[in-house]
T-cell receptor, first 114, second 114 residues
Framework: DAKTTQPPSMDCAEGRAANLPCNHS???????VYWYRQIHSQGPQYIIH???NNETNEMASLIITEDRKSSTLILPHATLRDTAVYYC???????????????FGGGTRLMVKP | DVKVTQSSRYLVKRTGEKVFLECVQD?????MFWYRQDPGLGLRLIYF???????EKGDIPEGYSVSREKKERFSLILESASTNQTSMYLC?????????????FGDGTRLSIL
C-alpha cells in the first residue's frame, strides 16, 4: 500500500470548514483513498473513500487531485465533536482476502475551537 | 447504521488467566477483524476471518486464538494472559470480497493485565 503524509495537527474554528490534506505521491492506479477518524477513547470511524472522482456523503467531501497524488478531506461546518485524529489511508482493491490489514499512520490531530 | 459491539469497554485480568473478548456485528458482514492499538505502534492486525469457521493470521497472532462459529460473532481468546498483552483491542467488520469496502469498528476494549 502507498505511503501517505499528513500534517501532525491543525486547528479549525467551530462552524468553519475544516480542510485536511493528504499526500500520496506513490499511489497506484488501483489504490483507493480512505479517510477514518478516531475520537479519544473510541474506535476508528469510517468517513469516506474514493478512487479518482470527488465524493460526498453526509459526513464529509473528498477531493482527489487529477494526478491522484494528493487529496483533501473537507468537513463543511466543523463542530466541537469533530475534534479527533484523522487518518488518510491508501489501499489497493484486490479480489482475495490476504492482506486485509488496515494500517494507520500518524494522522492529523484536528482541534475544533469555539 | 452499521453497528459493531464489543462486550466490554474496560477489562482487568490477571497474568495467566484465559481471557475472552467478544464482538458482534449486525450488518451481515462476511469479514471480521481483531486489531490491537498501542501508542506509537498504531493498529496491528491479530487475526481476521472471511467466513464462518474460517480464520487467517494477521501480523501478531502469537498468544491469541479466535473463534467464529456464527457469522455475526468473532471472539478473541488470550490463552494465558501476559502483561505485554495490555492494550486497546479493536474489532472491525466489512462486507464482500477484497479490500474496497471500508471496515467498521467497535468502540474497543481497553484490557489491562496485572
Amino acid at each position: 500500500d502507498a505511503k501517505t503524509t499528513q500534517p501532525p495537527s491543525m486547528d479549525c474554528a467551530e462552524g468553519r470548514a475544516a480542510n485536511l490534506p493528504c499526500n500520496h505521491s506513490t499511489i497506484s492506479g488501483n489504490e483507493y483513498v480512505y479517510w477514518y477518524r478516531q475520537i479519544h477513547s473510541q474506535g476508528p470511524q469510517y468517513i469516506i473513500h474514493g478512487l479518482k472522482n470527488n465524493e460526498t456523503n453526509e459526513m464529509a467531501s473528498l477531493i482527489i487531485t487529477e494526478d491522484r497524488k494528493s487529496s483533501t478531506l473537507i468537513l463543511p461546518h466543523a463542530t466541537l465533536r469533530d475534534t479527533a485524529v484523522y487518518y488518510c489511508i491508501v489501499r489497493a482493491a484486490t479480489l482475495n482476502n490476504a492482506g486485509n490489514m488496515l494500517t494507520f499512520g500518524g494522522g492529523t490531530r484536528l482541534m475544533v475551537k469555539p | 447504521d452499521v453497528k459493531v459491539t464489543q462486550s466490554s469497554r474496560y477489562l482487568v485480568k490477571r497474568t495467566g488467566e484465559k481471557v475472552f473478548l467478544e464482538c458482534v456485528q449486525d450488518m451481515d458482514h462476511e469479514n471480521m477483524f481483531w486489531y490491537r492499538q498501542d501508542p506509537g505502534l498504531g493498529l496491528r492486525l491479530i487475526y481476521f476471518s472471511y467466513d464462518v469457521k474460517m480464520k487467517e493470521k494477521g501480523d501478531i497472532p502469537e498468544g491469541y486464538s479466535v473463534s467464529r462459529e456464527k457469522k455475526e460473532r468473532f471472539s478473541l481468546i488470550l490463552e494465558s494472559a501476559s502483561t505485554n498483552q495490555t492494550s486497546m483491542y479493536l474489532c472491525a467488520s466489512s462486507t464482500g470480497q477484497g479490500q474496497v469496502q471500508p471496515q467498521h469498528f467497535g468502540d474497543g476494549t481497553r484490557l489491562s493485565i496485572l
